[in-house]
Nanobody, 123 residues
Framework: LQLVESGGGLVQPGGSLRLSCAAS????????IGWFRQAPGKEREAVSC????????YYADSVKGRFTISRDNAQNTVYLKMNRLKPEDTAVYYC?????????????????WGQGTQVTVSS
């Protein structure tokens, strides 16, 4: 399984971006997918996850109501729509696959990672 993120960039505060996590080498709907981010000088943190077992989702408190995770199995892609972006959302965003299918927000559950895409929120 290989994962490739795209959709990052520079956006003004209050703007929106949609990140994509495209998979190759495996059928993505067999895996839970998590989005994580790492800001300069900070630990990597879970942002949002989606289960393949029951469709449940997880959002970090800091992004609830602003970010939406979704999956398009036909496109073998998971998306993260980010609205009302804030400067503190600036980070490298990674998607990762959890073979258990549950999508818990713990890094150790994820064994396949993409290279990351930079999101910068600045005026």
């Amino acid at each position: 399984l290989q994962l490739v993120e795209s959709g990052g960039g520079l956006v003004q505060p209050g703007g929106s971006l949609r990140l994509s996590c495209a998979a190759s080498g495996a059928i993505l709907d067999y895996y839970a997918i998590g989005w994580f981010r790492q800001a300069p000088g900070k630990e990597r943190e879970a942002v949002s996850c989606i289960s393949s077992n029951d469709g449940s989702t997880y959002y970090a408190d800091s992004v609830k109501g602003r970010f939406t995770i979704s999956r398009d199995n036909a496109q073998n892609t998971v998306y993260l729509k980010m609205n009302r972006l804030k400067p503190e959302d600036t980070a490298v965003y990674y998607c990762a696959a959890d073979h258990t299918g549950w999508g818990a927000p713990w890094e150790y559950e994820y064994s396949d990672w993409g290279q990351g895409t930079q999101v910068t929120v600045s005026s």
